[in-house]
């Protein structure tokens, strides 16, 4: 998309301006599969002033777009970072333009609570290190131990290979992890803290994570949750967010942290959004507890194939 599209944009009645120019600028970036310099520098001439403007649905959504780009604009990239951590999380958790220098910065102008985000990057700087001990933060101490774990090969699962059993240590890791988010989210209301938390589960890139925390919300086993979670953007997926109550802005960002960016243009974005918002809470519970209801009824059926097979063994064995 090129300068005089963004300023059609620009010039359309409704809507905010500034809202519409950013995503719209933000998307066509991230859809060039090579940009050069110019695209990157045009992209940030453009976004970085209308970042004042826009709204924190956008600025989170731009921030969640560029999170894994290694060609983004470095400018953008750090303003992002040093918003609100509920906007700036996923640059800090995932950005790899942010060198430690850059993230010693915005720990020193941000504070506690960028510090726990960048704590949960894997992290090899000392002197960033000393800056995140340096907080004497348990939540910041279990983040850095997680990713140690993680470092000395726990809880990495390699394409290809069978699964090994859970080993009590990686059990561990995943309650460590859970209390993190808790610490995390303490303050906001229960529904924003469930959207905060399977936000930063989607955002971790450790799929077993999501899952557990996905399963866990919607009352369901783990295989179910699997099965809704498929491998991409899914009516089921969408339902269940639904019937969670979370807003279109958490769903949409649940679903980058999953599978990338799934809207890739304003149009499509916007379709989702309008979609999503017509989705009726009771009637997708409804749909929920239809799930659960068939769950039941394949486990039930299981369990009684089980007896029967166990009761024809015994005959036999009498026999």
């Not at 998307?27 to 090579?34: K, L, M, Q």
């Not at 303050?187 to 955002?203: C, K, P, R, T, Y």
């Not at 925390?213 to 099965?227: E, H, I, N, T, V």
Request: net charge negative.
């Amino acid at each position: 998309m090129k300068y005089p599209e963004f300023r059609a944009l620009e010039d359309r009645n409704g809507g905010s301006k500034a809202d519409d120019l950013l995503t719209a600028s933000i998307t066509a970036f991230c859809c060039v599969a090579r940009p050069a310099k110019s695209d990157a520098q045009q992209l940030e001439d453009l976004a970085v002033p209308l970042l004042a403007l826009a709204s924190p649905r956008v600025r989170r959504h731009a921030a969640a777009a560029l999170s894994e780009l290694p060609h983004a604009p470095k400018r953008l990239i750090l303003a992002l970072a040093e918003d609100e951590v509920d906007i700036s999380a996923p640059l800090l958790l995932r950005s790899p333009l942010l060198q430690p220098s850059d993230l010693i910065d915005i720990i020193t102008h941000k504070g506690i609570s960028h510090a726990r985000a960048i704590a949960r990057r894997r992290i090899a700087d000392p002197e960033l290190l000393r800056v995140l001990k340096g907080f004497n933060d348990p939540a910041i101490e279990r983040a850095l131990e997680i990713q140690a774990h993680f470092d000395n090969g726990d809880g990495i699962e390699t394409p290809g290979t069978p699964t090994a059993p859970e080993s009590p240590r990686l059990r561990e890791t995943r309650e460590a992890l859970k209390a993190l988010m808790r610490d995390s989210n303490m303050g906001f209301s229960s529904d924003q803290e469930l959207a905060n938390h399977l936000i930063d589960a989607a955002l971790l890139d450790h799929t077993t994570f999501f899952e557990d925390a996905f399963a866990k919300a919607l009352g369901l086993d783990p295989d179910g949750a699997r099965r809704i979670i498929g491998q991409g953007l899914n009516a089921e997926l969408t339902i269940a967010l639904a019937a969670l109550g979370l807003s279109s802005e958490a769903a949409h960002l649940i679903l980058t942290g999953l599978f990338g960016l799934v809207h890739k243009d304003l149009h499509s974005l916007r379709l989702f959004v309008q979609s999503y918002r017509q989705i009726d809470q009771d009637k997708a519970q409804m749909t929920v507890e239809r799930w659960k209801t068939a769950e039941n009824s394949q486990k039930l059926r299981q369990k009684l194939r089980e007896m029967a097979q166990d009761y024809e063994d015994g005959s036999r064995r009498v026999s």
